[in-house]
């Protein structure tokens, strides 16, 4: 959809987003009618965020919540959130007294909210890790298909196995009460050194890093109340620095709606309204992005799924053909049944490798995004507290 189509927004967003425009020119420009150094500032930073998202809403449908451009989404939140911390430094005088200070801290109350998110998705990563350790069963066992060698009965059975014990652990994550087993003890940077990876009760037993009540559409919803774009008074009194306190809310809120989206998690849900104004650089790139996992949502294969996640779909598409093809099998195989085997094996191999490679890195920038999180709040108190104290 071209960004000039999007008609999402209502005529009030719109009206404010004309009053930022008019009130920053107004407001920042010097007397000489050239932008003054915070004028280039906060332009700067809104037009970094829209390249970003530009950049994320330019992909194409196969590429799309895939775990490749959710690492990407996570890299631009973290450079968002680097680049956010800069305009805060440069303007510490400012954001230390009212009503700055407030929008400040209503941004860093979002970003805690949001660790506990940050926290159940490190727990789905590590749900699939489990469905790959049994996918990767499923492959052991068929290793004879890829080397053109003939397959036993007995390989099919024990691969049949491992895909009804992967069935049962994905239909048992879209029930979330089911799911939802044990209570808060576990964060990032702490392992669990008595995991046995080996057992397939492994996952059910895991201690979650989320209460069984935590719900991840609470949660979002929690992280969107009251997230309004600044009024012209607020605009005024803060001599427009409040526009990149909502920028940042914004990505926030989507960045976090979004890895809910496509990874498994604890009560999902997509129920997030983001009305905007498209006068913001980044709002039609935004928009779009969630027009479309939305959409993607809505499909008929993907409405009961536990995740969008691209490498889900593609778990599910294989598994269900399999079985369908394990019901039906007889010994020896027929030729075309064992050709369409092999080619069900070599899309498993695919997402396999897709999942070995993928998951470590994403986990690693969920953790990051945790740990940037954690510290730009404290930077920001401990910044804010010397600032009140010396006034």
């Avoid at 003939?150 to 059975?157: A, D, I, N, P, S």
């Avoid at 059910?204 to 919803?221: K, T």
Wanted: hydrophobic fraction near 40%; glycine fraction near 4%; charged fraction near 25%.
């Amino acid at each position: 959809m071209p960004a000039t189509d999007y008609q999402g927004s209502s005529a009030a967003c719109t009206n404010i987003g004309r009053s930022v425009q008019s009130i920053r020119r107004d407001q920042l420009y010097a007397m000489d009618g050239s932008p003054t150094s915070q004028e280039q500032d906060l332009d700067s930073f809104q037009r970094q965020v829209a390249e970003r998202f530009m950049d994320l809403a330019s992909v194409g449908p196969d590429e799309l919540l895939s775990l490749s451009w959710v690492q990407k989404l996570l890299d631009s939140f973290l450079c968002c959130q680097e680049e956010f911390k800069f305009v805060l430094i440069n303007h510490k005088s400012q954001i230390s007294k009212p009503p700055l200070d407030r929008l400040v801290a209503d941004y860093s109350e979002r970003t805690v909210k949001a660790l506990d998110v940050c926290n159940a998705i490190r727990d789905g990563i590590e749900q699939l890790r489990q469905w790959q350790k049994l996918l990767e069963i499923v492959l052991s066992a068929l290793d004879n298909c890829n080397h053109q060698k003939t397959l036993g009965e007995g390989q099919f059975r024990r691969a049949k196995k491992a895909l009804i014990d992967l069935a049962i652990c994905m239909l048992d994550e879209k029930d979330s009460h089911a799911s939802a087993i044990a209570h808060r003890n576990r964060s990032f940077g702490r392992n669990n050194a008595s995991k046995d990876p080996r057992s397939l009760g492994h996952f059910r037993s895991l201690s979650w890093s989320v209460s069984r009540s935590w719900s991840a559409a609470r949660q979002l919803q929690s992280i969107g109340n009251n997230l309004a774009a600044p009024k012209a008074t607020e605009l005024l009194a803060t001599n427009g620095l409040a526009v990149p306190i909502f920028t940042m809310n914004m990505v926030l809120l989507f960045v976090m709606w979004a890895l809910v989206a496509a990874i498994p998690c604890q009560d999902r849900g997509l129920q997030v309204h983001f009305s905007l104004s498209r006068n913001f650089p980044w709002a039609v790139p935004i928009l779009q992005l969630h027009d479309r996992i939305v959409e993607e949502s809505k499909k008929r294969d993907r409405r009961n799924s536990c995740g969008l996640l691209k490498e889900i779909h593609q778990i599910e598409k294989c598994t269900r053909l399999m079985n369908d093809l394990a019901d039906t099998a007889q010994f020896p195989l027929a030729e075309e049944k064992e050709a369409e085997l092999r080619e069900r094996v070599q899309e498993l191999t695919t997402v396999c490798n897709t999942l070995r490679t993928g998951l470590d890195s994403l986990e690693r920038q969920v953790r990051e995004a945790f740990h940037r999180v954690v510290r730009s709040r404290t930077e920001g108190l401990d910044s804010l507290g010397r600032a009140n104290h010396s006034v």
